[in-house]
């Protein structure tokens, strides 16, 4: 049986507590007031903009997120976040379930190599290659298509998810 130890609580005067708590007040006052300042003011008409910036809205209007939708085109700009981000999720986990099954569960002697090839995918960085990727792209002439971004995006993406499969599957 081991003796109880009894836990220790370093003890801090109470002016540093106030000091922080006072800091601590104030960076959030700066922080959150700016984003309260945005939001509320994305509110106002543009003559109540004009007379005063930082006074409430007096009469509430959505005009502004309605012309911000409309002249920034944000309803094409929605479509294309959703196809991508579905099209790339789909190809990134089928595959990387295929791979992480196929080393996880179907040992060869090339295996361990290819798995250590997906793993130093993960030390390439976007930064690094986005010119190679850019004259690629061109040469094949996918550059200004949805396939120009999805398998860059695969590509990016795969290292890790099959590193987390075959962390996954093996454990199963």
């Not at 540093?16 to 994305?42: G, K």
Request: glycine share 4%.
């Amino acid at each position: 049986m081991q003796p109880q130890t009894k836990r220790v609580h370093a003890v801090v005067p109470w002016p540093f507590r106030i000091a922080t708590w006072i800091i601590l007040s104030l960076f959030a006052v700066f922080t959150l007031y700016p984003l309260l300042w945005v939001a509320y003011t994305s509110f106002k008409t543009q003559p109540e903009i004009m007379r005063s910036l930082t006074a409430l809205p007096e009469s509430w209007t959505l005009d502004n997120y309605r012309n911000a939708w409309e002249l920034g085109e944000f309803a094409g700009l929605f479509y294309n976040s959703f196809i991508y981000s579905i099209v790339t999720t789909v190809f990134v986990v089928l595959l990387a379930v295929s791979a992480g099954f196929a080393f996880a569960k179907i040992p060869t002697r090339s295996s361990k190599l290819w798995y250590s090839f997906f793993i130093v995918g993960l030390l390439v960085t976007i930064s690094s290659s986005i010119v190679p990727i850019f004259v690629a792209e061109t040469w094949l002439g996918l550059d200004n298509t949805r396939a120009g971004i999805i398998v860059p995006y695969v590509a990016f993406n795969i290292s890790f998810a099959v590193y987390l499969a075959v962390a996954f599957i093996g454990d199963i």
